[in-house]
């Protein structure tokens, strides 16, 4: 990559970045960045939803409306050096076109009248000013990081060079991307923190197939075209065979997607109804206290947590309390809930696929969705729906029905029963309690995991959404289930771990901490990853900031990422293995904790989606690699074994160290030190 050579002097007087502009198109529950040119609009396709609009790296002098709203034709006024931030209605399913006016500073918005024929976004690479790395051997000052005669190791080239009137001089990798990591030589073992914590968050069923018995549980299918939205295969006992691999990269822990039962059957994929969508994420509970028999099995889970154990790997589950799945033809008939015109269907109801003219949405005209046995599902005492005698969902962030999903009453105080369904389902825990509230049966089941396994930690699902109360009483809960289970087994470790999802949540300490979270994903880095990939030294400011507010606030660790489920793959934005070595490194050397997604350190492709961009970003894990991504993967374990050895890189005070050639910095935690320099490419 040829960058333009820039002196340390000379980055004190310009600007490190020339900001691209960007917009960010979200719902409650997904977000996506795209690049704006002043040259060609923008055209995207966008379903019948409600957005947000988020328009930032606009330069000049400029500032919005406050109260201007997204209209047809008219221009948007924008602001400069701030982010720009309205609310978006789409009415009608289509694709629409945003114009960016670079002289005026305003954005054009359309709907275009014929469909878009571009799918991928490949992003330009950004505009930046940057070192550059003149080959041979490079002289790096370490200020009084490191005594006179200390020997120190780089990492990344594996040379030994001994500290002498504060400077170190080396040849850099090849093949590191001009980094250099250095750490003494003889050091101690550094105790494990959660704040420099490296988690690997795994799809199950997109990972690895370690049982192909269990492809089809519950009748499922394949649809034998793109396999969009079906299950793959992935189970536990896969994730078991590959926790070498895991390890390898420096993982602290893993984040397993949803493991408990889903729905069996599927529904309409895309706004168009274009393929099945099954449940193969995790995210659409029937049965919180049983394991899905696509996934595996109670034995699979334990000897997971064991042999995570034994490479010191901490095992999250993800805990989904807002929601439960949606109500399937396939559900339906196996519970026995009479709402369905089953004259006109297969003897297997999930059986049915749509004939000519009808799509996968199509399933519902079988569904009279006004029937009043509709109370023989979850019941109105249990979840809010758009059915008879249930609530009615609400607009706020705690009674909105997530993308159409029933979403449980966790505000209410009232004893409840479960629906007989649920506690007749073949292999439930389920028992109903007495004076049980929704909330109390939710936190029973879902701690029940952590008493019978060791259940380190959750990752929260959609916290915004449910009480805050609520996720203190399943802190407290769940650190009691931790702690009989390690006295039975005689063994010690931290504390219950809580991770928090609060959609759009950037690095700063908010009141969510005060809910019993340890830590919440941070939504920011990802938008800064462009101009960091592109040259490591335009996130100083960025990891500066991160590090102080970490130092500021004890109680206060967030989660960065790179690429995730309801965003992007990193990959997908350049599909070049150099820029995402390079993102590799600005992830694993930003400070807090960090989640690598399965894949990212192997360069996975975005897979087919169809008309719902997401499905993309969670195709297969490959697991065949060429050359230049068994490369791309060795960088990756390299730099996240040093994060792991070295707890100052993501927990420790971060220190620039000023000098003409290279930017350089300093982190340090108690006695645990590194210098992390980068010379340029």
């Known amino acids: ?89 789409i009415r009608f399913t289509g694709d629409y076109a945003f114009s960016f006016d670079d002289q005026h500073k305003t954005l054009a918005f359309v709907r275009q009248p ?15 000013v ?74 199950v069923d997109r990972f690895y197939n370690g049982d192909p018995s269990n492809d089809h549980s519950y009748g499922r299918k394949k649809d034998g075209q793109q396999e969009i939205g079906t299950f793959h295969g992935g189970d536990l006992k896969g994730v078991i065979k590959k926790l070498d691999h895991i390890k390898s990269l420096g993982t602290d822990a893993i984040w397993l997607s949803p493991i408990v039962e889903q729905v069996h059957g599927f529904i309409g994929g895309g706004d168009s109804g274009s393929f099945p969508f099954y449940a193969y994420h995790g995210y659409w509970t029937r049965d919180f206290t049983k394991i899905d028999e696509n996934f595996g099995t109670d034995e699979d889970l334990a ?32 519970d026995g809930i009479d709402v369905v015109k089953s004259s006109a269907l297969p003897e297997k109801w999930s059986d049915w696929a ?25 019941g109105k005492d249990w979840v809010r729906a758009g059915l008879p005698g249930y609530p009615a969902p609400g607009s706020s962030d705690l009674t909105l029905t997530l993308a159409g999903l029933p979403d449980f009453l966790t505000e209410a105080d009232m004893p409840v029963t479960p629906p007989q369904w649920l506690i007749n389902n073949p292999g439930t825990r389920v028992q109903s309690r007495d004076n049980y509230t929704v909330t109390d049966y939710l936190i029973e089941w879902q701690t029940d995991w952590v008493k019978r396994f060791g259940i380190d930690g959750y990752r929260i699902d959609t916290v915004k959404h449910v009480e805050g ?25 931290e504390p219950f771990w809580m991770m928090g999802e609060v959609w759009a949540h950037s690095a700063y300490r908010s009141p969510y901490f005060d809910d019993g979270f340890d830590a919440l994903i941070n939504f920011d880095l990802q938008k800064r990853m462009d101009r960091g990939a592109a040259c490591l030294s335009t996130m100083e400011d960025v990891y500066q900031a ?113 000098q003409d ?3 350089v910095f300093s982190r340090t935690l108690d006695n645990n030190r590194v210098v992390v320099a980068f010379v340029g490419q």
């Not at 014929?114 to 930046?128: G, I, N």
């Not at 990081?145 to 020997?151: L, Y």
């Not at 034994?310 to 989904?320: E, H, N, Q």
Request: proline content about 5%; hydrophobic content about 35%; aromatic content about 10%.
């Open 114 to 128: 014929t469909t878009a024929k571009q799918t991928e976004f490949q992003r330009p690479l950004p505009s930046v």
């Open 354 to 378: 749509p004939k000519t003219g009808e799509t996968w949405h199509s399933f519902h005209q079988y569904i009279d969705y006004q029937n009043s046995n509709w109370q023989q599902w979850w």
């Open 546 to 658: 991160y590090s102080q507010t970490l130092a500021k606030h004890a109680d206060f660790n967030p989660v960065s990422y790179m690429s995730s489920h309801d965003t992007e793959l990193f990959f997908g934005r350049f599909k070049s293995l150099e820029m995402q070595r390079n993102a590799a490194n600005v992830l694993l050397l930003t400070p807090g904790a960090i989640q690598v997604y399965y894949g990212d350190e192997v360069a996975r492709e975005v897979g087919p989606y169809a008309d719902d961009f997401h499905q993309g970003t969670r195709s297969s894990m490959n697991w065949q690699w060429d050359n230049d991504r068994a490369a791309l993967l060795q960088h990756w374990q390299t730099l996240g074994q040093f994060r792991q050895n070295n707890p100052a890189i993501g927990a420790g005070v971060h220190q620039q160290i000023p």
């Open 303 to 334: 000897t997971l947590v064991a042999e995570a154990h034994k490479r010191g790997i901490r095992v999250l589950l993800d805990a989904v309390l807002n929601h439960t799945g949606y109500a399937t033809l396939a559900d339906l008939q196996f």
């Open 130 to 203: 940057c070192e550059q790395y003149q080959g041979g051997e490079v002289t790096l000052t370490l200020a009084d990081s490191f005594a006179e005669g200390t020997e120190l190791k780089d990492a990344m080239s594996g040379q030994i060079v001994t500290v002498n009137n504060g400077q170190v001089s080396l040849t850099p990798s090849p093949t590191s991307g001009g980094l250099i990591l250095l750490a003494p030589l003889k050091s101690e073992p550094q105790p494990f923190t959660y704040r420099n914590a490296n988690i690997y968050f795994v799809m």
């Open 661 to 663: 050639n290279a930017y």
């Open 469 to 493: 109360e609520v996720w203190q009483r399943l802190k407290s809960t769940a650190s009691q289930r931790l702690d009989e289970w390690r006295a039975k087994q005689g063994k010690q470790g």
């Open 1 to 89: 990559m040829k960058l333009h050579t820039l002196t340390y002097a000379m980055m004190l007087a310009a600007p490190a970045v020339l900001a691209s502009p960007n917009i960010t198109i979200s719902t409650t529950t997904n977000s996506r960045d795209f690049p704006l040119s002043a040259t060609s609009p923008l055209v995207i396709p966008l379903t019948k939803d409600n957005y947000t609009l988020k328009i930032s790296g606009i330069e000049g002098d400029c500032h919005a409306d406050s109260e201007q709203t997204v209209r047809f034709n008219t221009p948007i006024k924008l602001n400069c050096g701030a982010v720009t931030e309205l609310p978006l209605n």
